[in-house]
């Protein structure tokens, strides 16, 4: 099965452009780099309320905490926020108070995305960026690879992905003469 392409840096900036020019950018920056900061899949994104990421004072969480029905393998996990995705999910809800029980994220009707949808408004993002190999899963991997080439034991990187084995991590990580190259001049 093709994986989902790793992103570059110039091809995140392409796309953190297009989502300025378009449609509900404030709602698409925040998803994308939410993505692509957390390793979260689209559906968990897709899932998550106003609650699961602010505390009851209003301050951004540190870390998700997404329950059984919010995850692929209906176990529940932590994701941890780093300042980056933080200040994204701050920037965002700045522009819209919420209760704490509604959908992070919503359609143009106002309804909560389904794990589908989702996968088709980063699909249409990513094409109509010109990347075309791009798919919904293109940031979890970006964010696995990246982490693995900055030196990530890949045991650590299986636990901040909730993936309960290494060998599904690893699958993520891509390889380029690059990295290996790098690599070989460590010796």
Do not use: W
């Given at each position: 099965?093709k994986?989902?392409?790793?992103?570059?840096?110039?091809?995140?900036?392409?796309?953190?452009?297009?989502?300025?020019?378009?449609?509900?950018?404030?709602?698409?920056?925040?998803?994308?780099?939410?993505?692509?900061?957390?390793?979260?899949?689209?559906?968990?994104?897709?899932?998550?309320?106003?609650?699961?990421?602010?505390?009851?004072?209003?301050?951004?969480?540190?870390?998700?905490?997404?329950?059984?029905?919010?995850?692929?393998?209906?176990?529940?996990?932590?994701?941890?926020?780093?300042?980056?995705?933080?200040?994204?999910?701050?920037?965002?809800?700045?522009?819209?108070?919420?209760?704490?029980?509604?959908?992070?994220?919503?359609?143009?009707?106002?309804?909560?995305?389904?794990p589908?949808?989702?996968?088709?408004?980063f699909?249409?993002?990513?094409?109509?960026?010109?990347?075309?190999?791009?798919?919904?899963?293109?940031?979890?991997?970006?964010?696995?690879?990246?982490?693995?080439?900055?030196?990530?034991n890949?045991?650590?990187?299986a636990?901040?992905?909730?993936?309960?084995?290494?060998?599904?991590?690893?699958?993520?990580?891509?390889?380029?003469?690059?990295?290996?190259?790098?690599?070989?001049?460590?010796?």
């Amino acid at each position: 099965m093709k994986q989902a392409q790793v992103l570059s840096e110039r091809d995140i900036k392409t796309v953190l452009n297009h989502i300025s020019k378009s449609a509900f950018p404030a709602r698409n920056r925040c998803m994308f780099l939410l993505a692509l900061y957390s390793g979260m899949r689209v559906g968990e994104i897709a899932a998550l309320d106003v609650g699961d990421v602010i505390d009851t004072n209003g301050k951004i969480r540190d870390q998700i905490l997404l329950r059984a029905h919010q995850t692929k393998g209906n176990k529940a996990r932590s994701v941890l926020l780093n300042a980056n995705a933080r200040d994204e999910i701050q920037r965002y809800l700045r522009r819209d108070e919420r209760e704490r029980h509604k959908p992070l994220f919503t359609s143009k009707a106002g309804l909560r995305f389904s794990p589908n949808s989702l996968v088709q408004v980063f699909g249409r993002i990513y094409r109509a960026s010109g990347i075309d190999l791009a798919t919904s899963h293109s940031t979890r991997r970006t964010f696995i690879t990246t982490l693995a080439h900055k030196g990530v034991n890949v045991r650590v990187l299986a636990a901040i992905s909730g993936h309960a084995s290494i060998a599904t991590t690893q699958r993520y990580i891509d390889l380029n003469e690059n990295v290996m190259r790098a690599a070989v001049e460590l010796m």
